[in-house]
T-cell receptor, first 113, second 114 residues
């Protein structure tokens, strides 16, 4: 079984500051891990994913995430926040056997000018 | 490509009414799914399909039916709407099966049941 925990339902950062959104997962099989972003009144868009190989994954809009198996974590970071990063971010996990995604409860990011 | 499309964008139903949420994709994807999004709960899988004629239940299937007669379409039916089904519904599709493939999401349908 798979599950995801996102610490912090709301995160606020100043423009130009580091963005850190936390995600911990539980999986009985080697996981595939995803970060999706949702802008207001829109669907979800893939930011990045980890399947196999390099544990540091780079995505769109300057975001990256590192898969740490020993910590069962997949935290999302961006060195310098931009106003356009304000959105809700979802971490998700799937197993090797099926596409079904298990989502965390989401983190709403606010960027303060 | 239009990607994943959903209709309608908004819908208000009375308790007990039925309706069908439409979902279509033009990417020839085998895998399609329906999620509901509720505040503070993330997205939860309702039903999914790995190809035409094949459907299965997800995490929260009660009160919903699906069918998949073509690769392109995957409608979600509410047989007797209840206030607990007030939610935002997202359809998604994926080019392959096995977990590592990106899912492409539609814009969503906001449903209110009174």
């Amino acid at each position: 079984a798979q599950s995801v925990t996102q610490l912090g339902s709301h995160v606020s950062v100043s423009e130009g500051a580091l963005v850190l959104l936390r995600c911990n997962y539980s999986s009985s099989v080697p996981p595939y891990l995803f970060w999706y972003v949702q802008y207001p009144n829109q669907g979800l868009q893939l930011l990045l994913k980890y399947t196999t190989g390099a544990t540091l994954v780079k995505g769109i809009n300057g975001f990256e995430a590192e898969f740490k198996k020993s910590e069962t974590s997949f935290h999302l970071t961006k060195p310098s926040a931009h106003m356009s990063d304000a959105a809700e971010y979802f971490c998700a996990v799937s197993g090797t056997g099926a596409n079904n995604l298990f989502f965390g409860t989401g983190t709403r990011l606010t960027v303060i000018p | 490509n239009a990607g994943v499309t959903q209709t309608p964008k908004f819908q208000v139903l009375k308790t007990g009414q039925s309706m069908t949420l439409q979902c279509a994709q033009d990417m020839n994807h085998e895998y399609m799914s329906w999620y509901r999004q509720d505040p503070g709960m993330g997205l939860r899988l309702i039903h999914y399909s790995v190809g035409a004629g094949i459907t299965d239940q997800g995490e929260v299937p009660n009160g919903y039916n699906v069918s998949r007669s073509t690769t392109e379409d995957f409608p979600l039916r509410l047989l007797s709407a209840a206030p607990s089904q007030t939610s935002v519904y997202f359809c998604a599709s994926s080019s392959g099966t096995g977990g590592k493939y990106e899912q492409y999401f539609g814009p969503g349908t906001r449903l209110t049941v009174t």
